[in-house]
């Protein structure tokens, strides 16, 4: 699926609801749910991560849609095949 | 791009990079972007907020990578069509 794609859903699905609710109010749940993928992680539940990556992406698109961004154009402006800092691909960064 | 295709970028850039830092310090950098993105909201600051829109997607994908998750798979189980609380589309959840 396409990101586009995905965020068409999640507009469908959520817009009326998250735009409601609010940037910041959708951002703090968009928090929560980062916090439930590092308890998966943490936990090494492989099963729950995969649902709160999920979540994580869905809220991160609903975000998207309620602030007017176009999240797959976005992305691929800034990584299209090399690292956006080092300009390499495999990224030779030294962080 | 599909979100797979997004992924496989992201294991070439990436990967020996962020599954030699590990999990942890992955996840770490993810939060610490969502904070960026939140930085960037709070500003209303579009172009600002669509690099951070980008950056986290970015770490979400990589950490899906090294913790050996499928983001695509993973998203569309979860996500398809409906919401996955109340069954319906649009979302007819009260909270």
């Known amino acids: 699926m396409h990101i586009h794609e ?3 859903m999640m507009r469908r699905l959520y ?4 735009n409601e609710r609010g940037v910041k109010g959708t951002y703090n749940w ?3 749910e980062l916090g439930e993928l590092g308890e998966a992680l943490k ?3 492989k099963e729950a991560a995969e649902k709160e990556f999920a979540d994580v992406i869905a809220w991160l698109t609903s975000l998207a849609n309620i602030t007017g961004i176009d999240l797959e154009r976005a ?3 800034k990584y ?5 800092k080092c ?3 495999p990224c ?3 962080f």
Chains 1, 2 share one sequence.
């Open 15 to 18: 817009f009326h609801r998250d």
């Open 87 to 89: 300009q390499q691909s």
């Open 92 to 94: 030779q960064c030294t």
């Open 75 to 77: 992305t691929i402006n």
């Open 30 to 32: 968009l928090a929560d």
């Open 43 to 45: 936990a090494n539940d």
């Open 80 to 84: 299209s095949d090399k690292c956006p």
């Open 6 to 8: 995905f965020q068409e």
